[in-house]
C-alpha cells in the first residue's frame, strides 16, 4: 500500500499553509481534525468525490498541515499541530479560532 511523503517541519512555507486553509473544505477538514484525530478519509469526504478529496489531503500534507498513515486499506489522518506550533507559534489556533466565527463555513 503507498506511504505518503511528508515534508520535514523545517520546511513549512507560510504561504503553503495559508493557501491550504484559504479553502473552505480544506479548513473544514483541518478543524474536523482538531476535534477528533486521528480519522480516516470517508468520514471526512462530505459527500465529495474520492478524486476530489485526494486532491485537497495532498495539498494539506505538502503544506505540512496533515499527516496520512495508511493502516492497511485505512488512510488515518491527522494534524502536525505540535510541529505546526513549534515552526509558526499561535497560527493553527489562531485561524481555527477565527474560523469558528466565520458563518456558513462547512462543518
Known amino acids: 500500500m503507498k506511504q ?28 474536523r481534525l482538531a476535534q477528533a484525530q486521528p480519522q480516516p478519509c470517508a468520514p471526512l469526504q462530505a459527500g ?18 496533515v499527516r496520512t498513515e495508511v493502516v492497511g486499506t485505512t488512510h488515518m489522518n491527522s494534524l502536525r499541530d505540535a510541529e505546526l506550533e513549534a515552526r509558526f507559534p499561535g497560527l493553527l489556533a489562531s485561524v ?4 469558528a466565527m466565520t458563518p456558513k463555513l462547512l462543518q
Request: no cysteine; hydrophobic share 45%; glycine share 2%.
Open 48 to 65: 465529495r468525490p474520492k478524486s476530489s478529496t485526494s486532491h485537497h489531503f495532498m495539498v494539506l500534507r505538502k503544506a505540512g498541515i
Open 4 to 31: 505518503y511523503e511528508h515534508p520535514p517541519a523545517d520546511a513549512f512555507e507560510l504561504t503553503a499553509i495559508l493557501h491550504a486553509l484559504a479553502d473552505p473544505y480544506r479548513l473544514s477538514v483541518v478543524r
Open 96 to 99: 481555527l479560532k477565527a474560523a
